[in-house]
């Protein structure tokens, strides 16, 4: 049997659980903030913004899936694998809707694996791909949250939860960058460490199975292994593909600024930040909900929103600051969620279809 047709889709009860689980958190949070903020104040501020504005900020929704599929495109590339734009979108797609529907983001890269063995190819391949993304997207995130604390470090270290915040999602990407390139170019101490901490973590009887635990470890020191040879005899691909990340969280952070324009015209006393400062806010909030476990990071966003955006939505005699959090929110996020579902229901009915016809 090949590798293509060992491909199983992962379980349904673990995407359904997390769908029911991120449909809980949305309600929850929704009767938080309204119970917070008049619903009918919030919608007739909302509807005073300039609409242009918000299709710009969907718009870069749009730039933010596409980017990430050219990412792996060079990263194919790079494999000697031709795969198309347009299925590099779809994949990419898929990875932003099971990332948001999931705790710590974990469902996306074996669903997009799934689908990428459905369209012939390997899951080595598949794999060795969406590693090297995941870490190029993590080293973007890094240099991005470093010039943020620069540009507005006022805002952060005003606020306690988004210090801590910051500081552990910091070093949680940190550390697995770093586990990375120390798997790539240093292995024997990662494998010694590493097994003799699942050896560890089965005396205190939290992994069951500690065979087939360092099996898989192996496996994926294996994978990092491949990754760092590919980086090396392919350095100018994947100089592109670090282009494109840069380009795809540039886009999606740059949502909150045209959200904050949009305001302009029904309220100019807002006006006083530029675009890096808002820029800025949103890839702190990314870095915070980025390690916690909760799906698309709903909850503690909008906490660190209201917290964030308070000294530019309440200034001047305004305060349209849960108008401004929840039409941020809902750009940047539900309206994403929507569509990309809508592309993970398309690309399901084409597999059926495909499968029905082999």
Not at 169 to 175: D, L, T, V
Request: proline share 3%; glycine share 6%; charged share 15%.
């Amino acid at each position: 049997m090949s590798e293509v047709e060992k491909a199983k889709k992962p379980g349904k009860k673990k995407y359904i659980f997390s769908i029911l689980f991120l449909i809980a958190l949305i309600v929850a949070t929704c009767i938080v903030i309204f119970t917070k903020f008049d619903i009918k104040e919030v919608w007739s501020v909302v509807k005073s913004v300039k609409i242009l504005y918000i299709i710009l900020g969907i718009l870069m929704i749009f730039i933010y899936i596409l980017f990430e599929g050219l990412a792996m495109k060079r990263i194919f590339k790079a494999m000697g694998i031709n795969v198309s734009v347009k299925d590099n979108f779809v994949y990419s797609a898929v990875d932003y809707y099971f990332c948001a529907v999931t705790p710590s983001a974990t469902g996306g890269q074996p669903m997009v694996a799934y689908y990428m063995n459905k369209d012939k190819i390997s899951l080595s391949h598949a794999s060795l791909t969406l590693l090297l993304n995941t870490a190029l997207f993590k080293i973007v995130l890094l240099i991005l949250s470093v010039i943020s604390i620069i540009v507005c470090h006022d805002f952060v270290f005003s606020h306690p939860i988004i210090i801590v915040l910051y500081f552990i999602g910091f070093a949680i990407n940190i550390f697995l960058i770093l586990l990375c390139f120390m798997t790539a170019f240093k292995r024997k101490w990662v494998e010694s460490a590493g097994k003799k901490l699942i050896l560890l973590l089965n005396k205190m009887h939290i992994v069951k199975k500690p065979v087939s635990s360092i099996r898989l470890f192996r496996e994926k020191m294996d994978e990092y292994e491949e990754g760092a040879k590919l980086i090396k005899q392919n350095p100018k691909q994947f100089a592109i593909a670090l282009f494109d990340n840069f380009v795809q969280r540039i886009a999606l952070f740059s949502v909150g600024f045209f959200v904050y324009i949009s305001f302009f015209k029904a309220y100019p006393q807002i006006k006083g930040f530029n675009y890096f400062e808002l820029l800025a806010i949103q890839v702190l909030v990314s870095l915070c909900v980025d390690s916690l476990p909760l799906p698309g990071g709903v909850g503690i966003s909008e906490v660190l929103y209201l917290l964030l955006l308070g000294s530019i939505y309440q200034q001047n005699g305004v305060d349209i600051l849960g108008s401004a959090m929840i039409l941020t929110r809902v750009v940047s996020f539900y309206v994403p969620l929507i569509i990309t579902g809508i592309m993970v229901v398309l690309k399901q009915i084409m597999v059926i279809r495909m499968s029905k016809r082999s």
